[in-house]
């Protein structure tokens, strides 16, 4: 079965530097997500994407975060400049479209601000 | 969005069938229930989703009350592999993004 897949699978960085977390959605997918969950909170919707644009953001989507499908496979989330709170699993996740169409996750990347 | 309640956690003992309750009564008539599930260190797995008549699929059936302010995810056979944070969430004619709105879920630990 195809699945969405996520590099790294931890990324170390320290406070301040930037930092691109990478997807890989699910090929013949046409909205893609990005959701985080700090460690023992909920899962969090950051950004949705469709059509080479961002369709909807939450509040924590602020003007530090971008997104960019690059290739046409490539599906990523760009932090400027990271803080401590950033540190999180961010989790990747695919669909046809639809509000009832599953959404498929990656394993996610744990993200660590030093 | 309409909120879901769920239990914080629950305890199931293997090879029985476990009833994971979730209330959201202020449902709206275009309201879908979706049931998503978290295995430890994984991503968010889609389980199962309904409008108004019960559902089954190989993971799991969904039981909705006929009212539609309460419905129960089913697990026919519980095994250690289901130990897992699940989640109720609504998903409504305003999410035309279809973003998904996580709560706490219900965890479920499961006995040998």
């Known amino acids: 079965e195809p699945e969405v897949t996520q590099t790294p699978s931890h990324q170390v960085t320290q406070m301040g530097q930037e930092v691109i977390l990478r997807c890989v959605p699910i090929?013949?997918?046409?909205?893609f997500y990005w959701y985080r969950q700090i460690l023992g909170q909920k899962v969090e919707f950051l950004v949705s994407f469709y059509n080479n644009e961002i369709s909807e953001k939450s509040e924590i989507f602020d003007d530090q975060f971008s997104v960019e499908r690059p290739d046409g496979s490539n599906f990523t989330l760009k932090i400027r400049s990271t803080k401590l709170e950033d540190s999180a699993m961010y989790f990747c996740a695919s669909n046809t479209g639809g509000r009832n169409q599953p959404q498929h996750f990656g394993d996610g990347t744990r993200l660590s601000i030093l | 969005d309409a909120k879901t309640t769920q239990p914080n956690s629950m305890e199931s003992n293997e090879e029985e069938p476990v009833h994971l309750p979730c209330n959201h009564s202020t449902i709206s008539g275009t309201d879908y229930i979706h049931w998503y599930r978290q295995l430890p260190s994984q991503g968010p797995e889609y389980v199962i989703h309904?409008?108004?008549s019960n559902v089954n699929n190989r993971m799991a059936s969904l039981a909705i009350a006929e009212d539609r302010k309460s419905s129960t995810l089913i697990l026919h056979r519980a095994t250690l592999r289901d130990a897992a944070v699940y989640y109720c969430i609504l998903r409504g004619h305003n999410n035309a993004g279809n973003m998904l709105t996580f709560g706490g879920g219900t965890r479920l630990m499961v006995k040998p």
């Open positions: 309904g409008l108004t």
């Open positions: 090929s013949n997918h046409l909205y």
